[in-house]
């Protein structure tokens, strides 16, 4: 039935395959991807909170990232550096081995391309602290010693996560980093679009 418009009034999509869809259907999937931006925020900050379970450390793994989000926060870094600092590890659980890959893929839409890439490169770089007593490359971070991004990864590094498994420093509460994740994350959703920041 070619010009047959199908009314949606059950907020569903009606589609089994996506080019079969009518605009019905895609301001519903437009309003579905809308109230997972809201609530995008509340999903990272709980998945920060789970990584309180972790006891190895000699801090779990939420102080650990409020601490560095804390001397971010402390050291005057814009509102993306302080949210990258404070997701930084959040997808560790997920991806031990690439765990700057999973949170790069998740704030990327929002972050800036050198974040991006300081994320997403920040666990080898943090190599350079203990490689040598896991019979790891210590310098393998060099081989990225001409990007752009060297230096701000090693600083990040340097500055805000290596140190930041201390019991005594006085981190800030999740309560204050939340409206700065607001502020980063914006609570709509907008399409893709071939503008995006890398």
Known sequence: MVGTLLVVTDG??????????TDADFQVLARVHTENMRALPDLLMGMLADLRADAAYPIDRLEHSLQTAT????????????VCALFHDVGESLGPMNHGEVAASILHPFISEKN?????????FQT??????????????????????????????????????????????MSTFDPIVRRVIPSEWSPPSTDDRL
């Open 12 to 21: 569903k999509m009606h589609f089994r395959r996506m080019d079969e869809g």
């Open 71 to 82: 001397r971010a926060l402390r050291d005057g870094a814009d509102d993306e550096l302080v």
């Open 116 to 124: 991006h890439w300081m994320l997403a490169h920040h666990g080898l």
């Open 128 to 173: 350079y602290f203990y490689g040598e007593h896991l019979g790891l490359d210590p310098n393998a971070r060099d081989a990225f010693r001409d990007d752009p991004h060297y230096q701000y990864t090693v600083d990040f590094t340097t500055d805000w996560d290596e140190v930041s498994f201390d019991p005594d420093y006085p981190s800030e509460p």
